[in-house]
């Protein structure tokens, strides 16, 4: 074999046992639902057995799944929803901004999102009891969207930055307005740039464990932190928590697989 052809088959070699390494946590928690309790603790374990819906029988009997994925799916879209809201025009009005202070702006907002989660918990705590927003799914929506606006903010302003103002006063110059130059002209030129700014929040909102863990109520509480539940004192209760995997993770993996080819765009796109 020559040297490009043992290249080719180390470097496939490579990706297959990567992927192994990544995937087969994953594919174990997976069939691990569909196992029955014996085969799950078997020693040795066990590859071939026949599957069961008893695992869901339990969680559907001990937890109210649909109201768990109702709050997840609340809190995700409120964040999403809000943080696009604040985000975008923020960032747009610091790249089209002539201050020569826009850029440090920008990146100090960006060090906003690399605060602890546990060091905004404390203050966002005190404050959301004062305003009786304290155990609401609405509290949690809050303060994602206070850390990811600030990181849709400084992904925009790159994105906006990288975009020639000669398209928007063409449009002023049409008669548009400045926020019709804005919604017609700016914001369907970095779709993109957007979809993948969803990603990211749906991202961080939909996985978040610690915010709804002590700024929510047991009827508000996420799937994230319904997972907590499949560990006891112990043991882990392995076949409940395989069985919620199921709801915690398959709608974000649909969509980011829906939306994959925008969100690879915006990556390579927007950062400058």
Known sequence: ???????????????IIMLVFFLAPFLWLATTAYKPS???????????????????????????VWSLLRSSVL???????????LGVPAGYALARSKSRYAMGIAYFLMAIRMIPSVAALIPFYLMMR?????????????????????????????????LPPELEEAALTDGCSQFGAFFKVALPAVR?????CVLFCLMF????????????RLESKPLSVALLSAY????????????????????????I?????????????GIH
Do not use: C, E
């Open 1 to 15: 074999m020559t040297a490009k052809l043992w290249f080719q088959a180390g470097r496939r070699a490579f990706l």
């Open 38 to 64: 014996s085969a799950i603790f078997s020693i040795p374990p066990t590859f071939g057995f026949s599957p069961t819906l008893d695992q869901f029988r339990t969680i559907f009997r001990l937890f109210d």
């Open 205 to 216: 909102s939909w996985n978040d464990f610690l915010y709804p863990m002590f700024l929510t």
């Open 192 to 196: 993109a740039g957007i979809i993948a």
């Open 75 to 85: 809190i995700a879209a409120g964040s999403v929803v809000l943080s696009l809201a």
């Open 232 to 255: 006891g004192t112990k043991d882990i209760t392995w076949g409940t928590l395989g069985a919620l995997a199921h709801f915690s993770t398959i709608p974000i993996v649909v969509v």
């Open 130 to 162: 004062d305003i009786g927003l304290l155990g609401s799914w609405m509290s949690v929506v809050l303060i994602n969207s206070m850390l990811n606006s600030a990181f849709v903010t400084w992904l925009m302003f790159s994105y906006f930055r990288g």
């Open 257 to 269: 697989l829906f939306l994959n080819r925008y969100f690879v765009q915006g990556l390579t796109k």
